[in-house]
């Protein structure tokens, strides 16, 4: 069984084909517990005309995706879970192609793979991510160095742990998290196209501000918790940097460089 964990806030666009793309999967044993956070468009009547009893609705006031994200894990009751943004597509093999590598090491504790980014509005592939690492994700999450870290695409196996997301943060949250269990635990990838990501749209990437404040917010998590070196900070200065002069926004590069 595989958990899927969708938070929705006003997703009622392109909600339907998330959920699509849940029921058009090769492998079939899952549940898809949807989380709405307080939506104020038609998300919940999209949600409830799907009648397949596999998916599970949870219904709150806004809190956040973190907190929509922490009732799915409370109520999941899979042997693995992944994610899904309701903006989002998972390929048709994406369960079954992470699950096999589980299969075959069952000292496995995380299954990546590879990612697409598409422009919403052409459908046009505008990057590509594939992973470059297997072992124990630690140092390489710790470091920033994106060989094992796209966003919230890693399958993980379920060991009844409390899996639960920061819900003070509001960036940054999805790598925290597999920061904090992949201490202790194997990462591997398939070569398979296991995500499809959304781009062209609204969302909280998007305000480079609230992103800069939400990376240094999660150093100072990381620096209370795991005594983080300065490498880290600097690389979120380097991110910062180079996302605002990509936004032509060079005082605020300058600024960031500063902190």
């Not at 709405?36 to 998916?55: A, F, P, Q």
């Not at 690492?133 to 390489?140: A, I, M, S, T, V």
């Not at 690389?235 to 005082?251: A, D, E, N, T, V």
Request: net charge negative.
């Amino acid at each position: 069984m595989v958990s899927i964990i969708m938070p929705v806030y006003n997703g009622a666009r392109f909600i339907a084909e998330a959920i699509d793309s849940v029921l058009a999967q090769h492998h079939t044993n899952w549940e898809l517990i949807i989380v709405n956070d307080g939506s104020t468009d038609s998300s919940e009547k999209v949600i409830l005309s799907y009648n397949d009893e596999r998916l599970q609705y949870y219904n709150q006031e806004n809190k956040g995706v973190s907190a929509a994200r922490n009732v799915g894990l409370k109520a999941m009751t899979g042997d693995f879970f992944c994610f899904l943004d309701a903006d989002d597509l998972l390929p048709k093999n994406s369960l079954a192609s992470r699950l096999q590598v589980f299969y075959a090491d069952k000292q496995t504790d995380f299954v990546d793979g590879r990612v697409e980014v598409f422009d919403t509005n052409t459908g046009k592939i505008k990057r590509k991510y594939i992973p470059e690492f297997e072992g124990n994700p630690f140092d390489e999450l710790i470091s920033l160095s994106g060989k094992c870290f796209f966003g919230i695409t890693w399958m993980l196996k379920n060991k009844g742990g409390d899996y639960l997301f920061d819900e003070s943060l509001t960036h940054g949250e999805d790598l925290l998290l597999f920061i904090e269990y992949g201490q202790n635990g194997i990462y591997k990838y398939t070569d398979d196209l296991i995500y499809k990501c959304r781009t062209g749209i609204d969302s909280a990437m998007s305000d480079l501000k609230k992103l800069e404040e939400g990376y240094f917010t999660l150093y100072d998590v990381l620096s209370s918790r795991h005594g983080v070196s300065m490498a880290f900070k600097s690389k979120i200065k380097s991110i910062m940097f180079k996302s605002y002069l990509g936004r032509f926004q060079p005082f605020n590069a300058i600024k960031v460089l500063l902190r």
